[in-house]
């Protein structure tokens, strides 16, 4: 049963171009949700997505921006990359059932290098 | 506004020795804990969480927490650590059903 999964695992870019991250949810969930993890700190939460709707958003601009496929599968896109955008980036999934979401599983990361 | 703070940001043990890592959460409603764990190069894994009930709730590989409730606090603890317990562990509190908010995390060391 594959868990969480994201592409790539490593990227670099230079200031000012845009990035999609990529994230396949486990097995049987529906639910996914991003996070900017910066180093030293903990996961901060960007936005979480259920079916294919932007549900919540935590407190990022609007360079940030999501996608989810039918699939369950999601992608983040973040526009006009500034050097401060470097940071793993985590997917999380979960399940949505009877008005709350199971736990969250994480995938391993996207580590982005803002250059 | 919600945090969650994680007193302990390194910590270094000796094998056998016995773990607390402090966490306290500033929200006055009902809350979803959890505690992840963090090995080198691998993905947040859960380690235990606490939704209702009993107070004080076992995870996997031997940890447990007590989730007290005046006191905004769910400690993280192991009665005897070792070196593979040596990882970052980071505490979260779920608000409503969708976001999680971590604490700034708290590496561990155990030197064998």
């Known amino acids: 049963d594959a868990g969480v999964t994201q592409s790539p695992t490593h990227l670099i870019k230079t200031r000012g171009q845009q990035v999609t991250l990529r994230c396949s949810p486990k097995?049987?969930?529906?639910?996914v949700s991003w996070y900017q993890q910066a180093l030293g700190q903990g996961p901060q939460f960007i936005f979480q997505?259920?079916?294919?709707?932007?549900?919540q958003r935590g407190n990022f601009p609007d360079r940030f921006s999501g996608h989810q496929f039918p699939n369950y599968s999601s992608e983040l896109n973040v526009n006009a990359l500034l050097l401060g955008d470097s940071a793993l980036y985590l997917c999380a999934s979960s399940f949505y059932l009877q008005g709350e979401n199971t736990e969250a599983f994480f995938g391993q990361g996207t580590r982005l290098t803002v250059v | 506004a919600q945090s969650v703070s994680q007193h302990n940001h390194h910590v270094i043990l000796s094998e056998a020795a016995s773990l607390e890592l402090g966490c306290n959460y500033s929200y006055g409603g009902t809350v979803n804990l959890f505690w992840y764990v963090q090995y080198p190069g691998q993905h947040l894994q859960l380690l235990l969480k606490?939704?209702?009930?009993?107070?004080l709730v076992k995870g996997i590989k031997g940890f447990e927490a007590e989730f007290i409730k005046s006191k905004f606090s769910f400690n993280l603890r192991k009665p005897s650590v070792q070196w593979s317990d040596t990882a970052e562990y980071f505490c979260?509190?779920?608000?409503?059903?969708?976001?999680?908010?971590f604490g700034t995390g708290t590496r561990l060391k155990v030197l064998a």
């Open positions: 979260a509190v779920r608000q409503g059903t969708y976001k999680y908010i």
């Open positions: 097995s049987g969930h529906d639910t």
């Open positions: 997505y259920y079916e294919e709707e932007e549900r």
């Open positions: 606490y939704f209702s009930g009993d107070p």
